[in-house]
């Protein structure tokens, strides 16, 4: 569905009031295609993990929020922030939303939420993955009123400039744009300068040009890191 | 064996750029350019299960001493692997081990068919790389309970196991054992999503592989080779 220049609406009103006909905001859940359940055997994972722990910091996404765990900087730089990790690959907006409003946010509360997903929103417009980003912000909002949500860009991909990289950088735009009004949410640019001056992209940074290496991760979280700190501390004295 | 004019898995076939960043395409070529550049005693080839292998420190730890290449790519079949194969990634090297690890995403095919294409996979390289040594990689087991995709695996190392001893210069390993539990669960230590490996997961699999591995390099008695562990 296109949506509509609304000329005296916020943009925030305009993504909110197309959620029904957005389909990156409206929740769905993964389908089994393959044979194995692999989708909701990891949803109900993080539901049960949701009981058991009490996490500071819940981190929830796709592949590139998935892939951070198995690395060493999980480790170093996570783990002593209490975070869970909440990840499934080629999940897309609407994914997310379905797993959050089905248990994933029972039992917990984080007092920074990390959302990092849209790259897998393939035949979405930037504004309507935009929609579903913010749908998410306000589902989380609405299921844990003091957290606060780091939204952080979409990383650019692929091995030259392409369609897909105009699409992400122009999510973060209007995602940008969508909190810059609200206090409990912000966008965080993670891009440490993927991109060379020749438009290319390395695969030591992202091994397929998409996911990234350990060493990407590493450019990636260092400032993440930083920056969680001080929403933490910040948290702590409110 | 399978007729591999009648076997869809055993057809090379690329990948088409669905998403529109080309990404498939990008990894071959960077593949083929490596071929000009290196000079591999070991080559990796097939999936997400070899490619994501490179990413972690246990590659750096066991496989780059000895030379290796890893030309996995995530959601390759047995027909994407063939055409890579051949259309640029074997020219200019000559590897004495080639690693194949495939056959876990041709979804659309029979148990039969898959064993077929990677038997395909398996004949090119000996008859491409006549000094290598083939090792085939036996399907693991996926998702957290039993499913037809386990029992379809298992079908396709079944027949690998008893057609690739008839190919000269060909092995299979099986490294699979101890990923499904007693309760017939698979864990999330092994398989972060119940299908890739995590750390822990792949040093399991390294053990037996490194083993054979070495053996086959030991068992060469040509030239230098790089400082063992």
């Known amino acids: 569905m296109l949506m509509h220049h609304i000329a005296n609406a916020s943009l925030t009103d305009k993504v909110m009031s197309s959620e029904d006909s957005n389909p990156a905001a409206t929740p769905?859940?993964?389908?089994?295609?393959?044979?194995?359940?692999?989708?909701?055997?990891?949803?109900?994972?993080?539901?049960?993990?949701?009981?058991?722990?009490?996490?500071?910091?819940?981190?929830?996404?796709?592949?590139?929020?998935?892939?951070?765990?198995?690395?060493?900087?999980?480790?170093?730089?996570?783990?002593?922030?209490?975070?869970?990790?909440?990840?499934?690959?080629?999940?897309?907006?609407?994914?997310?939303?379905?797993?959050?409003?089905?248990?994933?946010?029972?039992?917990?509360?984080?007092?920074?939420?990390?959302?990092?997903?849209?790259?897998?929103?393939?035949?979405?417009?930037?504004?309507?993955?935009?929609?579903?980003?913010?749908?998410?912000?306000?589902?989380?909002?609405?299921?844990?009123?003091?957290?606060?949500?780091?939204?952080?860009?979409?990383?650019?991909?692929?091995?030259?400039?392409?369609?897909?990289?105009?699409?992400?950088?122009?999510?973060?735009?209007?995602?940008?744009?969508?909190?810059?009004?609200?206090?409990?949410?912000?966008?965080?640019?993670?891009?440490?300068?993927?991109?060379?001056?020749?438009?290319?992209?390395?695969?030591?940074?992202?091994?397929?040009?998409?996911?990234?290496?350990?060493?990407?991760?590493?450019?990636?979280?260092?400032?993440?890191?930083?920056?969680?700190?001080?929403l933490l501390e910040k948290q702590a004295e409110n | 064996m399978s007729g591999d004019e009648m076997n869809p898995a055993a057809v090379a076939q690329a990948v088409e750029d669905i998403q529109g960043d080309d990404r498939w395409m990008?990894?071959?070529?960077?593949?083929?350019?490596e071929c000009k550049d290196a000079e591999p005693e070991v080559l990796f080839i097939g999936d997400s299960m070899v490619q994501l292998m490179q990413q972690y420190e246990i590659w750096r730890e066991l496989f780059s001493p000895l030379h290796a290449l890893n030309f996995g790519i995530g959601g390759d079949t047995t027909c994407n692997v063939l055409w890579r194969l051949q259309n640029g990634e074997l020219d200019n090297i000559g590897p004495k081990v080639t690693v194949v690890w495939v056959g876990t995403n041709n979804h659309e095919h029979s148990a039969e068919q898959v064993a077929g294409g990677i038997l395909a996979i398996a004949q090119l390289l000996t008859s491409r790389l006549p000094k290598t040594k083939v090792v085939v990689l036996g399907l693991l087991?996926?998702?957290?309970?039993?499913?037809?995709?386990?029992?379809?695996?298992?079908?396709?190392?079944?027949?690998?196991?008893?057609?690739?001893p008839r190919l000269g210069h060909t092995q299979f390993l099986d490294v699979g054992a101890g990923f499904v539990h007693s309760d017939e669960t698979i864990s999330t230590r092994d398989m972060f999503d119940f299908l890739h490996l995590t750390a822990a997961g792949y040093r399991a699999i390294a053990k037996p592989l490194i083993d054979l591995l070495l053996q086959i390099l030991e068992g060469t008695p040509e030239e230098k080779r790089a400082s063992l562990v």
């Open chain 1, 28 to 230: 769905t859940p993964g389908v089994d295609t393959q044979g194995d359940g692999r989708w909701m055997s990891l949803h109900n994972h993080f539901v049960s993990n949701s009981k058991d722990k009490e996490p500071d910091v819940l981190f929830v996404g796709d592949s590139l929020v998935q892939l951070l765990y198995q690395f060493e900087v999980w480790r170093d730089l996570f783990s002593p922030l209490h975070a869970l990790n909440f990840g499934v690959g080629g999940d897309a907006t609407q994914h997310v939303l379905w797993r959050l409003s089905n248990g994933e946010l029972g039992h917990i509360s984080p007092k920074v939420v990390v959302l990092w997903v849209g790259t897998n929103n393939h035949g979405h417009t930037a504004e309507q993955i935009c929609g579903g980003i913010m749908a998410i912000v306000q589902l989380i909002k609405d299921k844990l009123p003091k957290a606060y949500t780091l939204v952080l860009g979409v990383l650019p991909r692929g091995k030259m400039p392409n369609p897909l990289r105009e699409r992400n950088a122009q999510v973060n735009k209007l995602v940008q744009e969508a909190v810059s009004s609200l206090p409990h949410a912000s966008l965080l640019n993670v891009d440490p300068g993927f991109v060379h001056s020749d438009g290319s992209i390395s695969h030591q940074d992202l091994y397929d040009y998409l996911h990234l290496t350990p060493q990407g991760y590493q450019a990636v979280c260092q400032p993440l890191h930083a920056h969680l700190k001080g």
């Open chain 2, 141 to 164: 087991a996926r998702g957290e309970w039993p499913n037809p995709l386990r029992e379809k695996n298992v079908a396709v190392n079944s027949f690998l196991r008893s057609w690739l």
């Open chain 2, 26 to 33: 990008s990894q071959h070529t960077r593949f083929v350019q």
